[in-house]
């Protein structure tokens, strides 16, 4: 079974294409959701960010968000802390996952893979590209973050073209081509590289 990442900078539409993928009975990692939730069960987790960023991080035995939140916007080394006590766990995490998983691929979607060493652990990459506009557009339709948050969180995300560049395959989410054709296209492809 071949393991595949899925990947693109906030609004690109990695869950919108996963979401196709779930269709089609490829298994899906939310490499986001899974991270919440390690940040709440994982005792070596809980450990490290209780050490690292004081007892605060968690409120009633809970992981206070918007406490780390606050801890580590606009502080690159803290959240490079942050990123270094969650990753591996979470890396870990998803090798296991794909050891459970049954047929041809089965698909990490995370935003990060590059920046966090992950692809090592991955056969091949998709990355999902939409122009920077849209993605904006895209972002403040779906709500809760404005403009300058959204804008501030694509500055310190990893350029775009770079990890398209860095990505086997590049599904063009600009509105233009059919997302669903190129899905159906790129599993026949991975089916066939599974030798399915
Ligand atoms: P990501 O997971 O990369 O942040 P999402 O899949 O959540 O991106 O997409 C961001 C927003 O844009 C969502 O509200 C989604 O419904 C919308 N969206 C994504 N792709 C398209 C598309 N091709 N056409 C219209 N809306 C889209």
Redesign the pocket.
């Known amino acids: 079974m071949l393991r595949i990442g899925l990947t693109?900078?906030?609004?690109?539409?990695?869950?919108?294409?996963?979401?196709i993928f779930l269709t089609l009975g490829i298994a899906v990692y939310d490499a986001?959701t899974a991270a919440r939730q390690l940040m709440n069960a994982n005792q070596q987790i809980r450990q490290q960010l209780t050490e690292r960023f004081g007892a605060a991080t968690y409120k009633h035995g809970k992981l206070d968000r918007a406490y780390l939140a606050s801890k580590v916007f606009d502080n690159a080394a803290l959240l490079a802390e942050l990123n270094a006590i969650i990753h591996p766990v979470t890396i870990q995490d998803s090798i296991s996952w794909f050891t459970r998983q049954q047929g041809p691929y089965a698909i990490k979607?995370a935003?990060l893979i590059f920046e966090s060493g992950s692809e090592k652990h991955l056969d091949y990459t998709i990355g999902?590209w939409?122009d920077k506009e849209l993605?904006i557009?895209?972002?403040l339709?779906?709500?809760g973050l404005d403009r300058e948050a959204v804008i501030a969180r694509m500055d310190k995300q990893m350029d775009e073209a770079e990890k398209m560049k860095r990505c086997n395959f590049v599904i063009d989410?600009?509105?233009k081509t059919s997302?669903i054709m190129q899905v159906l296209e790129l599993h026949e492809h991975l089916k066939s590289l599974a030798g399915r």
């Open positions: 693109g900078g906030i609004g690109s539409g990695k869950t919108t294409i996963a979401n986001d979607e935003a999902v939409a993605r557009e895209r972002v339709q779906r709500g989410n600009n509105g997302v």
